[in-house]
């Protein structure tokens, strides 16, 4: 497991020619891990070699602010909003905070 609760991560920026269960808006997005859901099967794997690869890898679920995602301008002043969502390991990097 690479990653622990509260650590800042970095969404990659990649847009594979293949399905994948990364949302758009949250490709090249900081956001925080606030959950470790276990290891399952990457569901992108599973699809390209037809079910022979079932290697798990840990899921997290990772909470983005509102703003992080669609600017101050599109957030109303009843915040602040989270969007979380699940992102297995490899879809992560980590994110120096302090830089």
Same mark, same amino acid.
């Given at each position: 497991?690479?990653?622990?609760?509260? %650590?800042?991560?970095?969404?990659?920026?990649?847009? !594979? @020619?293949?399905?994948?269960?990364? !949302?758009? *808006? #949250?490709?090249?997005?900081?956001? #925080?891990?606030? &959950? *470790? =859901?276990?290891?399952?099967?990457?569901? %992108?794997? @599973?699809?390209?070699t037809?079910?022979?690869?079932?290697?798990?890898? !840990?899921?997290?679920? @990772?909470?983005?602010?509102?703003?992080?995602?669609?600017g101050?301008?599109? #957030?109303?002043? =009843?915040?602040?909003?989270?969007?979380? @969502? %699940?992102?297995?390991?490899? *879809?992560? &990097?980590?994110?120096? #905070?302090?830089?």
């Amino acid at each position: 497991m690479r990653f622990s609760v509260g %650590d800042s991560v970095l969404v990659k920026l990649d847009d !594979p @020619v293949h399905h994948t269960r990364v !949302p758009r *808006y #949250v490709r090249g997005r900081r956001g #925080v891990v606030a &959950e *470790y =859901e276990g290891d399952y099967p990457l569901p %992108d794997t @599973v699809v390209l070699t037809n079910g022979a690869d079932l290697t798990a890898q !840990p899921l997290y679920g @990772v909470c983005f602010r509102a703003e992080e995602l669609w600017g101050t301008g599109q #957030v109303t002043t =009843e915040g602040p909003f989270e969007v979380c @969502v %699940d992102l297995w390991e490899s *879809y992560l &990097e980590p994110l120096d #905070v302090r830089s």
